[in-house]
């Protein structure tokens, strides 16, 4: 054990000269401990390209850590992400028990996901967080507990706003309290940099920061990481991309496109495929009905059927978002769990299409990467490698859901009714 945090260390003295993601939140930080509130000018941070674009709290939240020198900071940075790394591993571990004794899923799962986890870190970005969060939600849900799980889902979008995603979920699966918590939760996280900024201020900057990061997105579409939802997608192949004027000098990409419509014949056809895809979703999630009906012997059906609701709702929210980059895939670990959980399970024909997805998405993501030359990096970057391999990890747990609903329904009836006699036995 002493020897693993050693290694953790020495590759922390790596990940830190290079970080990405973490020079902006300091330098930020630094600007906030200078006296200045404009955080959303162009020079607050790094840059035009490099500028700060979270809600008021994460600065306050974190500042503790701008009051210390640079490699201090961004060392204690790198330990919190290998701390939410550990957090997600743990939630897995817990909510899929059946992984528990299997080295060869386990394999499969760190194939198939670590180049994210090891782009995070060397990224030092604060969606690696989010995600820790959002599984930390989901865990305290299948253990009922509604009010953590809303305050840890309401950090998470504060944080980052993806999760908003995940929210009509849970008012199709009647998560009333929950909700409600993170309407709560929500407020008083972002009330609370009042007390540091004033009420007025604080109201202005949530202002700013919506017109800056909401209402106008185009610049960072074009000058920030390649996109990787539908909507990158569907920009990259459908309309030609000058990178050339990429303002930050990173210009290396190839075009792929097939046709050359504007962004603005663009946007609604992504919001239609969107919404097709979310549609489906939610209908596949309500075929099963309302679960506070089912019985106490299929609490085990019943959470399986959760975790793959869930892993369903990761993958449409890599696949809708306005903006996907190659870290947002962190959140693939719960998705690609599910499936290796379910062909660790039993041999059936659902085993089996599990194991082949997991095998392709764990080969795909451990040979790419090591493909020589930036040339070949930056094309499967544009073709968009990460979101193909987010649609099949995305149908292959649609498909699995929709199968279960024959083995749920024969499992249902009888047990349920016999549960309702002893019920009603004097």
């Known amino acids: 054990m002493i020897l693993v945090y050693l290694v953790l260390a020495l590759l922390g003295l790596l990940f830190i000269r290079n970080l990405v993601d973490f020079p902006v939140y300091y330098a930020a930080g630094q600007s906030l401990l200078s006296g200045r509130t404009d955080l959303y000018a162009s020079d607050f941070a790094l840059g035009r390209v490099m500028d700060y674009r979270y809600l008021p709290l994460f600065l306050i939240l974190f500042m503790p850590l701008w009051l210390v020198p640079y490699s201090t900071s961004a060392f204690i940075w790198y330990l919190l992400c290998i701390f939410e790394i550990t957090a997600c591993v743990i939630v897995i571990r817990r909510v899929f028990p059946s992984l528990s004794g299997s080295w060869k899923m386990w394999l499969l799962i760190a194939l198939s996901t670590s180049q994210y ?11 690696l967080l989010a995600i820790a969060l959002l599984f930390g939600c989901f865990y305290f849900l299948t253990n009922g507990r509604d009010t953590i799980a809303g305050l840890l889902m309401a950090f998470a979008i504060t944080l980052k706003m993806t999760p908003v995603v995940l929210l009509p979920y849970f008012a199709v699966k009647r998560r009333w309290k929950m909700l409600g918590m993170v309407v709560i939760f929500l407020a008083a996280l972002n009330i609370a940099p009042a007390l540091y900024f004033g009420f007025s201020q604080n109201i202005r900057l949530i202002r700013m920061w919506y017109d800056h990061v909401i209402s106008s997105q185009e610049f960072h579409e074009d000058n920030g990481p390649i996109n990787l939802s539908l909507k990158g997608e569907l920009r990259r192949y459908l309309s030609m991309i000058d990178y050339s004027k990429r303002v930050d000098g990173d210009v ?13 014949t663009i946007e609604p056809i992504w919001i239609v495929f969107s919404s097709i895809a979310f549609v489906l979703a939610i209908l596949i999630v309500l075929a099963r009905g309302d679960p506070s009906q089912r019985v106490i012997e299929q609490k085990e059906l019943t959470n399986q059927r959760f975790s793959g609701e869930i892993a369903l709702m990761l993958c449409l929210m890599l696949f809708v978002g306005p903006l996907t ?3 947002y895939f962190v959140a693939l670990l719960w998705p690609v769990a599910h499936l290796a959980s379910i062909a660790e399970r039993n041999k059936s024909r659902n085993a089996q299409l599990a194991t082949g997805v997991l095998l392709i998405v764990a080969v795909a993501n451990s040979v790419l990467p090591l493909l020589p030359g ?19 990890v995305m149908a292959a747990v649609a498909l699995l859901l929709i199968a279960s609903y024959r083995v749920i329904r024969s499992q249902s009836g009888e047990p349920q009714m016999r549960v309702q006699s002893a019920a009603k036995a004097p």
């Open 117 to 127: 986890f090891v782009m995070a870190i060397h990224y030092g970005n604060v969606h």
């Open 252 to 264: 290396q990409y190839p075009e792929i496109n097939v046709g050359s419509f504007s962004r603005e």
């Open 325 to 327: 980059s190659k870290i």
């Open 374 to 392: 930036r040339s070949v990096q930056r094309l499967l970057l544009v073709v968009g490698v990460d979101f193909y391999l987010n649609c099949l």
